[in-house]
């Protein structure tokens, strides 16, 4: 959310980081401790993505090996010799690439991801050369897919790594995703507090033209479809008294369906039908966990941690593609120190943490 965040929230955070960033600059890699990976139990990389501080030029994309059980901190700097940059928001695989979306930049970095060498930094940005402000980003059929804070959806060539299409949706958009060989994106309009945008552009990908509107609540933001077609989105309200709540659209028809009852997550994730979810609520601290299966329509439970492990501050939730297991990212001194990397089991036990990884960690991929 740059920031898994919500803009509105990113610039309550931005106030409170100016604040702190004097007291922050310190933050460069170091040699810090990692959390024990059980042996021979898992095999490949995880990418962490981190997106650091605002205007703080410490975003970092570390990698953890788990053959040889060791992580690279600053996996991209050390390489490349040079810092990711500002402000890293969104990390996708596709192919044998990583495409990271950088927000403040205005880029679309691109790296190779086994020997993590930039090949390519593709520029999101208007007429003027200002960033149009890129926040997330999905793939389809040798297409990658940036949705911008500036109303736009950019198309890229996977193949040439060149921005081909730009498209106008709705207001500050935050969240894309592909189901039905159709474009769906969240219409946030968090740039616009308090009237906030409430739809769902649906993009056809032959035309690259928005083709219809779906009204959904204040604020959507993560959205993603099931093996169905059944699309679920999250809206976040106001913060305050209209709280966070998940909607499904039927992407056949493309029509609102229904409000889920007892459902309010501020961010999920989705696998093998199942939708992991977590809540933090910003001014009591507080936060659940909540996994529902879609495909009963039943609520499986309200905290879906079963061995009482703490997470102060979600920040980010990912699924691993082939054993089940969730990621959960915390930031439990706050947004100015570096979070942890909780990997937990199907049955909701913690498997390892990868501690401090770097300063508001936000992705986590699984290879």
């Known amino acids: ?13 931005i106030l409170l980081i100016i604040l702190l960033i004097s007291a922050c600059d310190d933050m460069t890699d170091k040699a810090v401790p990692v959390g024990e990976v059980p042996y021979g139990e898992d095999s490949g990389r995880l990418y962490i993505l981190s997106e650091g501080l605002y205007s703080g030029n410490n975003s970092h994309l570390a990698c953890y090996d788990f053959e040889t059980k060791t992580i690279a901190l600053d996996w991209f700097g050390v390489i490349n ?15 044998n690439k990583l495409y990271i979306v950088m927000n ?93 945008d409430s739809t769902v552009s ?19 933001y993560t959205l993603k479809a099931n093996s169905r077609g059944q699309l679920f989105v999250v809206t976040r309200g106001n913060y305050g008294a209209q709280g966070y709540r998940l909607h499904r659209i039927d992407t056949a028809t493309d029509t609102y369906e229904e409000e889920l009852e007892g459902l309010h997550p501020l961010n999920f994730t989705l696998r093998n039908d199942t939708l992991w979810m977590y809540s933090y609520n910003f001014t009591t601290g507080s936060n659940d966990f909540q996994q529902y299966d879609s495909r009963t329509g039943q609520v499986l439970t309200n905290n879906f941690i079963t ?39 199907a049955d909701g036990k913690l498997k390892y943490r990868l501690k401090s990884v770097g300063v508001n960690p936000n992705k986590v991929v699984a290879e």
């Open 202 to 220: 649906v993009i056809d990908p032959v035309s690259f033209r928005e083709i219809k509107k779906i009204t959904v609540g204040h604020n959507p």
């Open 1 to 13: 959310m740059t920031v898994h965040t919500l803009r509105n929230l990113f610039k309550l955070r």
């Open 81 to 95: 010799q040079r810092k990711l940059g500002d402000t890293a928001n969104d990390l996708g695989v596709y192919g």
């Open 104 to 196: 403040t930049a205005g880029i679309i970095e691109v790296v190779d991801k086994l020997s993590g060498r930039s090949l390519q930094q593709i520029e999101i940005k208007n007429d003027a050369g200002r960033s149009r402000e890129p926040r997330y980003i999905a793939f389809h059929n040798g297409f990658a897919y940036v949705c911008s804070f500036d109303n736009t959806v950019a198309e890229i060539d996977t193949a040439n790594l060149e921005v081909t299409r730009l498209t106008t949706v709705g207001q500050n958009p935050d969240g894309i995703t592909v189901a039905n060989n159709k474009i769906y994106v969240s219409n946030s309009g968090g740039l616009s507090n308090p009237a906030y």
């Open 307 to 345: 061995d009482a492990t703490p997470v102060r501050i979600p920040y980010g939730i990912s699924a691993h593609p082939r054993n089940g297991d969730i990621f959960l990212v915390d930031t439990p001194f706050g947004f100015s120190t570096r979070g942890d990397v909780l990997c937990f089991s």
